[in-house]
């Protein structure tokens, strides 16, 4: 299966934009780019996900490489909120869930 | 809308004892996943059900675990006998449609502590 590999740790100024990057040199074609994050004391949230083209939501915006080996999770503008544990996960399309979470990346935003 | 409810938050109980978790995933979604997180291991799919047909349960880590979803609104992962290394966060997650298209959205878990 496909891996992803984040930073371990991040840090923020509030209020200022904050680029999380996520290597997937071994991205199959088929595979789709999902973001989760966690907040202390909760399950994972969904943030985004996308396939080639770039992506924008109400809480973040993807952009992904024209080669799709890496990819980038941008938030605008840091809040406090938004301080968690951020996964880059591979989602194969064809069948099956085996979904790996990594450590993630750590984003800590100070005020 | 109601997310994912999962039942009980906490639990506290001796090794040996059999542990019921219980998962309501979110109205209209035919598909949910139970997970598993410890500090060693991170985040780990345990099993995945698909219109309440387990569908992958290489995830589940011995024999003494077993997940059941009688309903679509309904799902168990059970422990029996429980061991302290048993013990970790349970997430159980659903979604709408099992392609890779779908968020999953997640419960906020129970801390299973095993004495």
């Known amino acids: 299966d496909a891996k992803t590999t984040q930073p371990n740790s991040m840090e923020s100024n509030e209020e200022e934009p904050v680029h999380l990057p996520c290597n997937h040199s071994?991205?199959?074609?088929?595979?789709?780019i999902h973001w989760y994050r966690q907040l202390p004391s909760q399950g994972p949230e969904y943030v985004i996900h996308?396939?080639?083209s770039n992506v924008n939501n109400r809480m973040a915006s993807l952009a992904i490489a024209e080669d799709r080996k890496s990819s980038t999770l941008i938030l605008h503008r840091a809040t406090l909120r938004d301080a968690a544990v951020y996964y880059c996960?591979?989602?194969?399309?064809?069948?099956?869930?085996?979904?790996?979470f990594g450590a993630g990346t750590r984003l800590f935003v100070k005020a | 809308d109601a997310g994912v409810i999962q039942s009980p938050r906490h639990e506290v109980t001796e090794m040996g004892q059999e542990v019921t978790l219980r998962c309501k995933p979110i109205?209209?979604?035919?598909?949910l996943f139970w997970y598993r997180q410890t500090m060693m291991r991170g985040l780990e799919l345990l099993i995945y059900f698909n219109n309440n047909v387990p569908i992958d349960d290489s995830g589940m880590p011995e024999d003494r675990f077993s997940a059941k979803m009688p309903n679509a609104s309904f799902s168990t992962l059970k422990i029996q006998p429980s061991e302290p290394r048993d013990s970790a966060v349970y997430f159980c997650?659903?979604?709408?449609?099992?392609?890779?298209?779908?968020?999953?959205?997640f419960g906020d878990g129970t801390r299973l502590s095993i004495l």
């Open positions: 109205s209209g979604h035919n598909s």
């Open positions: 071994t991205i199959s074609g088929t595979d789709y």
């Open positions: 996960i591979l989602r194969p399309y064809t069948g099956g869930f085996k979904t790996i």
């Open positions: 997650a659903s979604s709408l449609g099992d392609n890779s298209n779908q968020p999953q959205h």
């Open positions: 996308g396939l080639t």
